[in-house]
């Protein structure tokens, strides 16, 4: 018998389902919203009974919060953590601009469950904006942490308010986001990001 395939600890089978569960809810939420999204359905299509789903995260409000956190921190590894490190200052920021509108275009489950969860918390799942201030702070934080350095250096107009640029591209960011996902055909995505470039450069280089 031949026993190279090394039977799975149970800390990996519960990894395992973890990730499936999520994958499951991020799907149903992209599709159909949090609100028809329920323990079962999540079952059904991760593979599992809702009574499994129900004993791992408690309830949908729970489960709702972990996804929540959970895209989030996916959207750190796909977007944020490689444009860190590839570039710096103005550079990171324009790839990381780039890396987000190329993931709204593609409209991945990810990045529709991620607009629908964020839309909710402020609505009519409150319990999820907790995870979405502290995200939002920590984005803002980072790009003004990003772009200090080269503020310093003189490469940066040191007038420039770091803090109001911060919201500023984050607003750009997301309203593209938005109008994209209500109509796909209304601009050209690449021009859009072109004037998000062009505006980091005007705002923020020196003349």
């Not at 018998?1 to 519960?14: D, L, P």
């Not at 323990?39 to 004993?55: D, M, N």
């Not at 490689?82 to 780039?98: D, H, I, W």
Request: with cysteine.
């Amino acid at each position: 018998m031949n026993n190279s395939r090394k039977r799975r600890t149970q800390a990996e089978r519960t990894a395992a389902s973890d990730k499936a569960m999520f994958r499951a809810a991020i799907k149903l939420i992209a599709k159909e919203g949090p609100s028809k999204m329920t323990l079962a359905k999540i079952g059904k299509v991760a593979g599992f009974s809702g009574g499994l789903v129900s004993y791992r995260f408690g309830s949908k409000s729970k489960l709702l919060q972990a996804t929540a956190d959970r895209i989030l921190d996916l959207w750190t590894d796909h977007v944020l953590r490689p444009a860190q490190e590839q570039a710096s200052g103005v550079q990171y920021l324009e790839l990381a601009a780039k890396l987000y509108l190329e993931a709204v275009e593609s409209r991945s489950d990810l990045m529709i469950a991620l607009y629908r969860l964020m839309n909710e918390s402020y609505s009519s799942y409150k319990e999820l904006q907790p995870a979405f201030e502290a995200y939002d702070k920590r984005v803002r934080q980072g790009i003004v942490e990003s772009l200090k350095p080269a503020q310093k250096a003189g490469e940066i107009d040191p007038k420039a308010d770091l803090e109001a640029f911060a919201v500023l591209y984050m607003g750009m960011l997301r309203g593209i986001a938005l109008q994209h996902f209500i109509d796909r055909n209304a601009f050209d995505i690449d021009s859009a990001y072109n004037m998000v470039e062009q505006a980091c450069d005007r705002i923020l280089l020196k003349s």
